[in-house]
């Protein structure tokens, strides 16, 4: 088993990020190196200046959805911005990584309650794909992914919700510390707590999900983190 | 489908794949933020017209042999084999799309639907299978553009016949003629539509604001575009910027027609001329005073369609409105926010397919009819052939109980000598 549990927590980590990052970087040479539209513009009218900045607001904001789809909406912003929290969460399990401490806080960012608005939007998202016409338009894709991302979530949201609620102690930031900052050095350590503790399968079962939706990034619909704001350019001129 | 025709089709997928191209196939999250979008949806409550499933249906084709997912795991996308149903499918999604993108401003993401649909349409210039009619108006304007001569007579004769119309709208200096074709150093080239309504009312405004203009050998509506064949569009476009480089003007005047409008003012590149739209022309002769209309008129109550291409897509918004706050006291707008327009239901070539799809075209758009309606006017403007046709068809079949006319039309009849 401690075999298994270190060929997802050290091997299969590179991998999903070696395939993240050479599959992104690929994906998006090909779209950028496209030739460029013959149009002058593919803009709606009326402009409004300067085209950049409303470029920005459409892709943070999706003010087009908060006017059509207003509670789809709330959760769209809920889990962008509970997303956002948790990578911050993430990046500072990597020693010395302190930027966002100019606010004194615990790790992670949220209390637990960032683990649980993702994981509730998570499941308004898969319901509402649910019923008609969502239904109708959904692809498995859609599924796969906010299956994977919420058991991903799901698993590391429990670890949280263990230790800040219910005073869980066996296994916390400064064992993940230890492993995630010995990775990005390239010299794998991996503690004894996250092999030998009551969430020691959780654990790996969190980066298990995790690299499956890391290594699958590249090749989904999820590329619209990259792709949304110069599309967002284009519409706005 | 033999592997040759698949193979020959996929190139032609091929070459539609520009960066834009890919960012539509590559980023819809299929969120459903389009459903209200489409007229077609909103009047008929059929799912296949809904923005995202129209995209799909080429996406899954672009997932299937531009995708790894197409071999490694076609199920995750759904990837599809492209065959002759698949051609149908294309077919349906779209000719049942007019083009109007208004889709696009709903999508969180800005996906253009019209984009999308062009390879469908290509696909099917590719198979042999678009609409025989519209592929045969787009040959013949491409023929136009290599034999001139062949036409020019007879195109003569027929503008010559037009003459005393214009002059009866607008009586120019002695000497001059009313219609004035083919005249080098000219400083605006008038693109027309094949037909006097197009003509008449915009000869007689530029000889009121004593224009220095000249009419073009060529009808401006482009069926390239409207068929989805780019080879086409291009050498259609290339008539009239070949003419208007000959002729040396400074600027090329589209008639009322939304799409040869864009085409014109969206794809001819850098040219050593500007182009206009003839509504865009008769606010600046008004503003400049060059022309002075009668504000009284019109005794009725008036409300403009803003065709698709000319505003949300080709950014002729004010224009109008200048006009017809010049023309009438009692104008009244359709819509507060021009992006939101309902489309009339006839862009993309449907209402030059006629006949073929005027069922569709009647029970696509009750929307546009409410809200035609609910504005109360008398007379309903517009400044795009199609969009003409298309509301004249509505306004039969609903009994909307308006006059549809074209505004360069009412602009005429106001004239003040």
């Given at each position: 088993?401690?075999?298994?549990?270190?060929?997802?927590?050290?091997p299969?980590?590179?991998?999903?990020?070696?395939?993240?990052?050479?599959?992104?970087?690929?994906?998006?040479?090909?779209?950028?190196?496209?030739?460029?539209?013959?149009?002058?513009?593919?803009?709606?009218?009326?402009?409004?200046?300067?085209?950049?900045?409303?470029?920005?607001?459409?892709?943070?904001?999706?003010?087009?959805?908060?006017?059509?789809?207003?509670?789809?909406?709330?959760?769209?912003?809920?889990?962008?911005?509970?997303?956002?929290?948790?990578?911050?969460?993430?990046?500072?399990?990597?020693?010395?990584?302190?930027?966002?401490?100019?606010i004194?806080?615990?790790?992670?960012?949220?209390?637990?309650?960032?683990?649980?608005?993702?994981?509730?939007?998570?499941?308004?998202?898969?319901?509402?794909?649910?019923?008609?016409?969502?239904?109708?338009?959904?692809?498995?894709?859609?599924y796969?992914?906010?299956?994977?991302?919420?058991?991903t979530?799901?698993?590391g949201?429990?670890?949280?919700?263990?230790?800040?609620?219910?005073?869980?102690?066996?296994?916390?930031?400064?064992?993940?510390?230890?492993?995630?900052?010995?990775?990005?050095?390239?010299?794998?350590?991996?503690?004894?707590?996250?092999?030998?503790?009551?969430?020691?399968?959780?654990?790996?079962?969190?980066?298990?999900?995790?690299?499956?939706?890391?290594?699958?990034?590249?090749?989904?619909?999820?590329?619209?983190?990259?792709?949304?704001?110069?599309?967002?350019?284009?519409?706005?001129? | 489908m033999?592997?040759?025709?698949?193979?020959?089709?996929?190139?032609?997928?091929?070459?539609?794949?520009?960066?834009?191209?890919?960012?539509?196939?590559?980023?819809?999250?299929?969120?459903?933020?389009?459903?209200?979008?489409?007229?077609?949806?909103?009047?008929?409550?059929?799912?296949?017209?809904?923005?995202?499933?129209?995209?799909?249906?080429?996406?899954?084709?672009?997932?299937?042999?531009?995708?790894?997912?197409?071999?490694?795991?076609?199920?995750?996308?759904?990837?599809?084999?492209?065959?002759?149903?698949?051609?149908?499918?294309?077919?349906e999604?779209?000719?049942?799309?007019?083009?109007?993108?208004?889709?696009?401003?709903?999508?969180?993401?800005?996906?253009?639907?019209?984009?999308?649909?062009?390879?469908?349409?290509?696909?099917?210039v590719?198979?042999?299978?678009e609409?025989?009619?519209?592929?045969?108006?787009?040959?013949?304007?491409?023929?136009?553009?290599?034999?001139?001569?062949?036409?020019?007579?007879?195109?003569?004769?027929?503008?010559?016949?037009?003459?005393?119309?214009?002059?009866?709208?607008?009586?120019?200096?002695?000497?001059?003629?009313?219609?004035?074709?083919?005249?080098?150093?000219?400083?605006?080239?008038?693109?027309?539509?094949?037909g006097?309504?197009?003509?008449?009312?915009?000869?007689?405004?530029?000889?009121?604001?004593?224009?220095n203009?000249?009419?073009?050998?060529?009808?401006?509506?482009?069926?390239?575009?409207?068929?989805?064949?780019?080879?086409?569009?291009?050498?259609?476009?290339?008539?009239?910027?070949?003419?208007?480089?000959?002729?040396?003007?400074?600027?090329?005047?589209?008639?009322?027609?939304?799409?040869?409008?864009?085409?014109?003012?969206?794809?001819?590149?850098?040219?050593?001329?500007?182009?206009?739209s003839?509504?865009?022309?008769?606010?600046?002769?008004?503003?400049?005073?060059?022309?002075?209309?009668?504000?009284?008129?019109?005794?009725?109550?008036?409300?403009?369609?803003d065709?698709?291409?000319?505003?949300?897509?080709?950014?002729?918004?004010?224009?109008?409105?200048?006009i017809?706050?010049?023309?009438?006291?009692?104008?009244?707008?359709?819509?507060?926010?021009?992006?939101?327009?309902w489309?009339?239901?006839?862009?993309?070539?449907?209402?030059?397919?006629?006949e073929?799809?005027?069922?569709?075209?009647?029970?696509?758009?009750?929307?546009?009819?409410?809200?035609?309606?609910?504005t109360?006017?008398?007379?309903?403007?517009?400044?795009?052939?199609?969009?003409?046709?298309?509301?004249?068809?509505?306004?039969?079949?609903?009994?909307?109980?308006?006059?549809?006319?074209?505004?360069?039309?009412?602009?005429?009849?106001?004239?003040?000598?």
């Amino acid at each position: 088993m401690k075999t298994i549990y270190y060929l997802i927590l050290v091997p299969m980590v590179y991998l999903a990020f070696l395939v993240f990052i050479v599959g992104t970087i690929a994906k998006l040479a090909k779209i950028f190196g496209s030739p460029k539209n013959p149009s002058s513009t593919l803009q709606i009218y009326p402009q409004k200046n300067p085209p950049w900045f409303w470029a920005l607001a459409d892709s943070f904001l999706m003010p087009s959805v908060r006017r059509h789809k207003p509670l789809h909406w709330v959760f769209l912003m809920a889990f962008h911005i509970a997303l956002l929290l948790l990578i911050i969460g993430h990046l500072e399990l990597f020693e010395g990584f302190n930027v966002f401490q100019f606010i004194p806080h615990e790790l992670f960012l949220g209390k637990g309650f960032v683990g649980l608005v993702l994981s509730l939007t998570l499941l308004f998202f898969l319901f509402r794909r649910f019923a008609s016409p969502v239904r109708d338009l959904s692809i498995p894709e859609d599924y796969y992914l906010l299956i994977l991302l919420f058991l991903t979530v799901l698993f590391g949201a429990q670890m949280d919700w263990a230790r800040r609620w219910y005073s869980y102690g066996e296994l916390g930031p400064g064992d993940y510390k230890t492993y995630l900052t010995s990775l990005l050095y390239f010299k794998p350590q991996v503690p004894g707590a996250v092999y030998n503790t009551g969430h020691s399968f959780m654990l790996v079962l969190h980066v298990f999900f995790a690299n499956l939706f890391i290594l699958l990034f590249p090749f989904s619909k999820i590329m619209h983190s990259f792709l949304t704001i110069p599309m967002n350019k284009l519409r706005r001129g | 489908m033999d592997e040759k025709t698949r193979d020959d089709l996929l190139k032609l997928f091929q070459s539609k794949l520009n960066e834009a191209m890919r960012f539509y196939l590559e980023t819809c999250s299929r969120c459903g933020t389009c459903t209200e979008a489409c007229h077609a949806y909103q009047s008929m409550g059929q799912v296949r017209y809904i923005s995202a499933y129209r995209h799909e249906i080429v996406r899954r084709i672009y997932k299937k042999y531009f995708k790894g997912q197409g071999k490694a795991f076609p199920a995750w996308g759904e990837s599809k084999e492209l065959t002759e149903m698949a051609l149908q499918e294309l077919s349906e999604a779209a000719y049942s799309c007019t083009g109007c993108r208004r889709c696009m401003v709903y999508c969180p993401h800005g996906i253009d639907t019209q984009m999308l649909m062009s390879i469908a349409k290509l696909l099917l210039v590719g198979s042999g299978t678009e609409p025989e009619i519209l592929s045969m108006l787009a040959d013949t304007s491409v023929e136009k553009g290599k034999s001139l001569e062949l036409y020019k007579e007879g195109f003569l004769t027929g503008i010559k016949n037009l003459e005393a119309q214009v002059v009866e709208k607008w009586k120019g200096e002695a000497g001059r003629t009313p219609i004035p074709v083919d005249v080098e150093g000219a400083d605006l080239l008038y693109v027309a539509l094949a037909g006097a309504h197009s003509i008449i009312p915009a000869a007689a405004i530029f000889n009121a604001a004593g224009e220095n203009w000249t009419l073009s050998f060529f009808e401006a509506v482009n069926f390239g575009a409207f068929v989805g064949d780019p080879t086409r569009t291009k050498l259609i476009l290339e008539r009239i910027i070949n003419e208007a480089r000959r002729l040396k003007v400074k600027e090329v005047c589209i008639c009322e027609c939304g799409t040869a409008f864009r085409v014109m003012k969206q794809q001819s590149g850098k040219q050593p001329f500007t182009v206009s739209s003839i509504t865009e022309v008769h606010a600046r002769y008004l503003r400049e005073g060059r022309i002075r209309v009668d504000k009284n008129k019109s005794k009725e109550t008036i409300t403009y369609h803003d065709p698709c291409q000319m505003a949300r897509n080709g950014g002729v918004i004010d224009e109008p409105r200048y006009i017809l706050n010049q023309l009438t006291s009692r104008f009244i707008d359709m819509t507060d926010d021009v992006r939101y327009n309902w489309c009339c239901g006839g862009g993309g070539g449907l209402v030059a397919l006629g006949e073929d799809t005027l069922d569709f075209r009647l029970k696509s758009v009750s929307v546009k009819v409410d809200q035609v309606k609910k504005t109360g006017a008398k007379i309903l403007t517009t400044a795009c052939e199609n969009c003409h046709t298309q509301l004249s068809d509505l306004n039969d079949h609903y009994q909307m109980g308006v006059e549809v006319k074209f505004l360069s039309s009412l602009v005429a009849d106001a004239l003040i000598h």
